[in-house]
């Protein structure tokens, strides 16, 4: 088709949406390795997630085998609200490089919560309900997942309780206001309503909260209060399913107009957006019909991929969730104050390591004041600001945009535009003064972290 023929945005009609989630464990030769009883280091089954997991969701966990799961009627309903998603051919970004690549974005911040991480929660919130749920409890860091969290659960009716980074409580207050305003409770943590959080405030007095922490105060809450349970936004082999989405999506307006991707580019945090975006294009290629360049775009500061280590690890710092097998920096690994809030996880989806781990994708990593420069140039030419962790996603596909340049070849590059940079201005300020910088940890501060791996045979 010729290439005046593609507008500018791609939608998809109401009949086009895809009805079924994809979960590409299916298609996986090698399985990702299964969650282990930090206790007993055995194989983690239906009933030891039971009182911390919602039960369909445990199940879509466990299934490595089913290749498509009907999205349930309530939740294609909400979806409705606020997709498809456009998929964006970025011309004005493609003028301004003056490359002969066609780049394509799918721009997941049209929503309240401004990000991709609604397509999971309203899922979870969800089955949580169908259950017979009082309530979930989680953690949030900035904020994105916890505001997705409060939209879903009050659509459905159910109760939902944040445990939110005090430091992020404090410092970043709008999303805080957002998530109140859909009705949620958040607690800054370390909080006096928890053991734990009673036991880290009296080690460590002032102390302005970690993200491991939190976990914990929201996983005692949902095992300690009847009628609740525990939920989580990124890594895990669920909420990739529920993303998936993503991918699927991408895929039908792509196909649509008989458009091949060459190169997938999404950034990682824990892997979710990544892969959802990648999912169907992934298992095209694990059954040999077709081939991509996957590329994954971290953090310098947080380099799971790039310079962690495939091992099993800790998902949280207080070390009380499963152990998992993913590309790790340690659970004791705090990163430096980087501003993609959600790309500072310490591990990896278990899904995209095993798959990183036999070769079916690649990763970079790149620098945040590059990320932003990218940022900049990106909100200039096509008009949408976007959140720094994006923005990692741009950094790459601009660096491969360019390469295309230079060789004179048209290759077609699809990336993954997660969020809106609306609540991110701190950082945008940083970086117009002139005052961010780029921290890369030293392989001294890494191999002190992987001294402190879990022992697993
Ligand atoms: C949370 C978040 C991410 C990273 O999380 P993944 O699970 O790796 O997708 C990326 N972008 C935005 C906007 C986010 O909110």
Redesign the pocket.
Known sequence: MSDNKIPYKIYLEENEMPTQWYNVRADMKKKPEPLLNPATGKPMGHADLAPVFCDELIEQELDDVTPYIDIPEEIIRFYKMYRPSPLVRAYFLEEKLQTPAKIYYKF??NNTS????LNSAIAQAYYAKKQGLKGVTTETG?G??GTALSMACTYFGLDCKVYMVKVSYEQKPFRREVMRTYGASVVPSPSETTEVGRKILAEHPGTTGSLGCAISEAVEVATKTEGYRYVL???LNQ?LLH?SIIGLETKIALDKYGIRPDIII???????????LISPFMGEKLRGEADYRIIAVEPASCPSFTRGKFAYDFCDTGMICPLAKMYTLGSGFIPSANH?G??R?HGM?PVLSQLYHDGYMEAVSVEQTSVFEAAEMFARAEGTLP?P??SHAIRAAIDEALKCKEIGEEKTIVFGL???GYFDLTAYAKYNDGEMTDYIPTDAELEESFAKLPKVE
């Open positions: 997941e911040g401004g990000s991709h991480k900035a994105q997942w936004g990124s890594v909420v993303q999404g950034c990682a945090g824990g892997g979710s957006n990544l892969g959802g993609a959600g790309l996880f989806s959140a962790e994006s997660t969020g809106t």
